[in-house]
């Protein structure tokens, strides 16, 4: 009976096995309302009957794997604007297999914390357009929003969204975006998935996964980014920065709808990328000399400049936050800063993926119980 459990009748099946005591078969219906957690979600007649404590469980049930940290390989795009530095590496030779296709197969990896190796997860499908798309995570599912189809005068923008289950190891495609987008930043927080901006575009619209729709909310201000920014959740409110103006931080409450303007940084470098901690924003700057690291305290509304780290070769990156240790990855090494009090530690880099092309984009997924 356990075998036959879908969608259309978990339900009816976790009904049975109340009824009748059976913890086995109940424990398999949480787990596959877990492991289909979107389907179920969006599911009233399901997600809408279950109980507050069972609802908690199938989400809790969905991290119960190894936290990981992963890469995700997406086709470059021509970082003439925007506050990005180019982020080609010169420095290491590409396969010519690895340049200019745009129809290539590109890799998502994790780091195996047992062997200390990267290895592989799953492929992008082909149909998906890596090039210029936003990337988040939210309920342990990988999001890929937006990006541009063809190349030169041919160039697409894409509505596609896609998710990535690493419990079922199975991609699927969740409703298009309601205007088509690339180099947006796409952002998870509070349940809602956020597409803000991309480029020329001041629109920004939220996700509800129940509802299974995209809906408009209030725009970036005039004047903020054209394209290339930075964002982060961060105490149920969202901040962008980056762009031209890589000064400014704008703040977007969900409860009011509106954009707040920050106090200004002292900065006036280009960031690589900003991520959140606690009530801090950290902003990564790559210069000449290094890694320059600013942190705005977001109770107080105060820049400080916390931490410098000397780079011989600095090259452009992208972080993710796992527990308190930031991981700062490109494809020549990935730095490792944990988050103390009043600063930040540097720790021992890790050895950055073999053989990975454009640029990598990290975001942690808990992973399930594997051989590695």
């Given at each position: 009976?356990?075998?036959?459990?879908?969608?259309?009748?978990?339900?009816?099946?976790?009904?049975?096995?109340?009824?009748?005591?059976?913890?086995?078969?109940?424990?398999?219906?949480?787990?596959?309302?877990?492991?289909h957690f979107l389907q179920v979600l969006r599911d009233s007649s399901v997600y809408g009957r279950l109980t507050r404590t069972e609802r908690e469980l199938i989400l809790k049930l969905?991290?119960?794997?190894?936290?990981?940290?992963?890469?995700?390989?997406?086709?470059?795009?021509?970082?003439?604007?925007?506050?990005?530095?180019?982020?080609?590496?010169?420095?290491?030779?590409?396969?010519?297999?690895?340049?200019?296709?745009?129809?290539?197969?590109?890799?998502?990896?994790?780091?195996?914390?047992?062997?200390?190796?990267?290895?592989?997860?799953t492929r992008i499908p082909e149909e998906m357009n890596t090039k210029g798309c936003g990337i988040c995570t939210m309920y342990n599912y990988l999001f890929v929003a937006g990006g541009i189809r063809g190349q030169g005068d041919k160039n697409i923008l894409s509505d596609k969204v896609s998710c990535y289950n690493p419990a079922t190891d199975a991609w699927s495609e969740i409703r298009p975006l309601n205007q088509p987008r690339s180099q947006l930043k796409l952002v998870s927080m509070d349940g809602y998935l956020y597409a803000v901006g991309g480029e020329c575009l001041l629109t920004v619209e939220r996700y509800d996964p129940r509802a299974d729709r995209w809906t408009p909310v209030a725009p970036l201000p005039k004047g903020a980014f054209a394209v290339a920014h930075e964002s982060t959740p961060c105490n149920g409110e969202m901040y962008v920065s980056g762009g031209s103006l890589f000064y400014r931080l704008l703040k977007y409450d969900p409860k009011r709808d509106e954009w707040d303007e920050c106090p200004y940084n002292s900065s006036r470098g280009r960031s690589a990328d900003m991520v959140a901690f606690r009530n801090f924003i950290y902003r990564f700057d790559v210069s000449e000399q290094g890694v320059g690291v600013l942190k705005y305290d977001t109770v107080v509304k105060t820049w400080q400049r916390c931490d410098s780290f000397p780079q011989a070769h600095p090259a452009p990156f992208r972080c993710a936050v796992r527990g308190a240790c930031v991981f700062c990855v490109n494809r020549r090494q990935t730095l490792r800063f944990l988050v103390e009090e009043e600063r930040l530690a540097q720790e021992g880099p890790l050895a950055p993926p073999h053989e990975t092309k454009g640029v990598l984009v990290p975001f942690i997924l808990h992973l399930p119980d594997r051989d590695e």
């Open positions: 009976m356990s075998d036959q459990i879908t969608t259309e009748n978990c339900y009816e099946h976790l009904v049975s096995a109340k009824k009748d005591k059976l913890n086995d078969l109940q424990e398999k219906v949480y787990k596959f309302m877990s492991d969905r991290t119960e794997g190894h936290e990981s940290l992963m890469v995700a390989e997406i086709n470059e795009v021509f970082d003439g604007v925007g506050s990005r530095p180019p982020s080609r590496d010169s420095s290491r030779p590409q396969s010519p297999s690895s340049i200019g296709s745009l129809d290539q197969n590109y890799l998502i990896y994790f780091y195996s914390e047992k062997s200390k190796k990267w290895k592989t997860l």
